[in-house]
Nanobody, 132 residues
Framework: QVQLVESGGGLVQPGGSLTLSCTVS????????MGWYRQAPGKQRELVAS???????YHEDAVRGRFTISRDNAKNTIYLQMNSLKLEDTAVYYC??????????????????????????WGPGTQVTVSS
């Protein structure tokens, strides 16, 4: 069973900083891309930042220059360093991971090993509240 657990949320004043962490645990073969999403009250869940298995990061315009996503593959963990927080950053932040649970399988038609498909997993979310 694969589990994602976020931590690091809390209450912070405008202009402050927080660092979120998300760790993947359980039985799996590998992890591909991971990302942070957020959902504010009354709004749809939106992408904040994502990072590939090789560590290439992407940040949405609303947070670019203020937030930084990073990854520690040895710990199966991603981080979101959030600086210069604004009132509008208030939301529940969710971690997402593309996880390959099964090892590669032998494809007899091609005579090669093929990567097993990945599945999307989500954490339960962590609340970030920016308020004065």
């Amino acid at each position: 069973q694969v589990q994602l657990v976020e931590s690091g949320g809390g209450l912070v004043q405008p202009g402050g900083s927080l660092t979120l962490s998300c760790t993947v645990s359980g039985n799996f073969f590998s992890i591909h891309g991971m990302g942070w999403y957020r959902q504010a009250p009354g709004k749809q869940r939106e992408l904040v930042a994502s990072i590939s298995g090789y560590g290439s990061g992407y940040h949405e315009d609303a947070v670019r220059g203020r937030f930084t996503i990073s990854r520690d593959n040895a710990k199966n963990t991603i981080y979101l360093q959030m600086n210069s927080l604004k009132l509008e950053d208030t939301a529940v932040y969710y971690c997402n991971a593309e996880v390959v649970v099964d090892p590669p399988f032998y494809d007899s038609s091609s005579g090669t090993y093929q990567e097993s498909p990945h599945s999307d997993y989500w954490g339960p979310g962590t609340q970030v509240t920016v308020s004065s």
